[in-house]
């Protein structure tokens, strides 16, 4: 069995069929842990790896690569890769794959519930009834904004952010979006960004953490949307600054805000951002669901059967390595 591929997998996968396959066709060494390995972990443990199975909470530079020239596949379980260094890969040879699709309307879902939760002040009412705040009923408490009827700005016409729109349809909403260019049949009404911030009732982010994207939502920005826009993003915490953010909720420049993301990952209790008003949180669960959970896992495990046996895999983030890909040599 000495050329049994041999897979480091960085937390334990959903389901239990993800690891069976993989076990069908590889030596998979999976870290137990709940908390991801430090950098120095991985690399010691993707020593003498064929491939690995990284979550979005491992870092893949050129450093570990380099001290690994063993590993000729990341496959990434997450739809974003912003965790992995894309062009030190290519330029290595290595194949870097993730999961798209599965995971399109279960993000799409959290968008709405935060988008929904923010607007009818859903988590600050709970809060009240366990605090034993709960008076009365009253004509003038807790009053949030209409999600029907209003207009909603969707920042990243991807998968993710058509997912969103569809659900808006149902609420009858207008939807405005913004991005690098017009998407053929998205249904909605391609705006700039600075219009969009500026009709939308709700702005809800969709776009990749990119050198482009990093910061894009600034002080300016929370400026330029009406102070009764309510800001969700199920995105990357990395889009944006989170000092203007939280100044521009404490000001009241707009009303209120969703969040799934944030950057640090895990947010430390102790956070300013959680002291600012009107700000519903949950702790990255965009793909959270068990069903869509093991499905990532899946996709993740069919790349790497396909690698094992000289094939293409279906979800390559980087194609221009497979011309020189260090598995075949
Ligand atoms: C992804 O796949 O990129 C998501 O953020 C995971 O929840």
């Given at each position: 069995?000495?050329?049994?591929?041999?897979?480091?997998?960085?937390?334990?996968?959903?389901?239990?069929?993800?690891?069976?396959?993989?076990?069908?066709?590889?030596?998979?060494?999976?870290?137990?842990?709940?908390?991801?390995?430090?950098?120095?972990?991985?690399?010691?443990?993707?020593?003498?790896?064929?491939?690995?199975?990284?979550?979005?909470?491992?870092?893949?530079?050129?450093?570990?690569?380099?001290?690994?020239?063993?590993?000729?596949?990341?496959?990434?379980?997450?739809?974003?890769?912003?965790?992995?260094?894309?062009?030190?890969?290519?330029?290595?040879?290595?194949?870097?794959?993730?999961?798209?699709?599965?995971?399109?309307?279960?993000?799409?879902?959290?968008?709405?519930?935060?988008?929904?939760?923010?607007?009818?002040?859903?988590?600050?009412?709970?809060?009240?009834?366990?605090?034993?705040?709960?008076?009365?009923?009253?004509?003038?408490?807790?009053?949030?904004?209409?999600?029907?009827?209003?207009?909603?700005?969707?920042?990243?016409?991807?998968?993710?952010?058509?997912?969103?729109?569809?659900?808006?349809?149902?609420?009858?909403?207008?939807?405005?979006?913004?991005?690098?260019?017009?998407?053929?049949?998205?249904?909605?009404?391609?705006?700039?960004?600075?219009?969009?911030?500026?009709?939308?009732?709700?702005?809800?982010?969709?776009?990749?953490?990119?050198?482009?994207?990093?910061?894009?939502?600034?002080?300016?920005?929370?400026?330029?949307?009406?102070?009764?826009?309510?800001?969700?993003?199920?995105?990357?915490?990395?889009?944006?600054?989170?000092?203007?953010?939280?100044?521009?909720l404490?000001?009241?420049?707009?009303a209120a805000?969703?969040?799934?993301?944030?950057?640090?990952?895990?947010?430390?209790?102790?956070?300013?951002?959680?002291?600012?008003p009107n700000l519903?949180?949950?702790?990255?669960?965009?793909?959270?669901?068990?069903?869509?959970?093991?499905?990532?896992?899946?996709?993740?495990?069919?790349?790497?059967?396909?690698?094992?046996?000289?094939?293409?895999?279906?979800?390559?983030?980087?194609?221009?390595?497979?011309?020189?890909?260090?598995?075949?040599?």
């Amino acid at each position: 069995m000495a050329d049994r591929p041999r897979v480091f997998v960085t937390r334990r996968l959903p389901g239990v069929a993800p690891l069976a396959r993989l076990e069908e066709v590889a030596t998979a060494d999976v870290w137990e842990h709940a908390r991801p390995p430090a950098a120095a972990e991985v690399t010691a443990r993707a020593e003498g790896c064929t491939a690995l199975l990284p979550m979005l909470t491992e870092r893949i530079d050129g450093a570990l690569l380099d001290a690994c020239p063993t590993v000729h596949t990341v496959a990434n379980m997450a739809v974003g890769y912003d965790n992995i260094d894309v062009s030190a890969a290519t330029e290595r040879g290595v194949l870097v794959t993730n999961t798209p699709d599965v995971l399109t309307d279960t993000t799409a879902d959290i968008a709405f519930a935060l988008l929904l939760a923010a607007a009818r002040r859903v988590t600050e009412g709970e809060r009240k009834v366990r605090a034993g705040e709960w008076g009365t009923w009253q004509p003038d408490w807790l009053l949030g904004r209409d999600v029907h009827g209003a207009t909603l700005g969707i920042v990243g016409p991807g998968r993710i952010g058509r997912a969103v729109a569809r659900r808006a349809a149902g609420f009858d909403m207008r939807v405005l979006y913004s991005g690098r260019r017009e998407v053929a049949d998205f249904p909605g009404e391609y705006v700039s960004f600075e219009a969009l911030l500026e009709r939308s009732d709700f702005v809800s982010v969709h776009v990749p953490l990119t050198p482009e994207t990093a910061g894009l939502f600034g002080a300016d920005v929370f400026r330029r949307m009406k102070p009764t826009a309510i800001f969700v993003n199920t995105a990357r915490g990395g889009v944006v600054d989170q000092q203007a953010l939280r100044d521009a909720l404490v000001r009241g420049e707009i009303a209120a805000a969703g969040l799934d993301v944030t950057t640090p990952e895990p947010l430390p209790p102790d956070d300013p951002l959680l002291e600012a008003p009107n700000l519903v949180i949950t702790p990255h669960l965009g793909s959270a669901t068990a069903q869509t959970r093991e499905a990532m896992a899946d996709l993740a495990v069919d790349a790497l059967c396909s690698v094992f046996v000289g094939e293409r895999p279906r979800h390559l983030v980087n194609p221009d390595a497979w011309s020189h890909w260090r598995g075949r040599r």
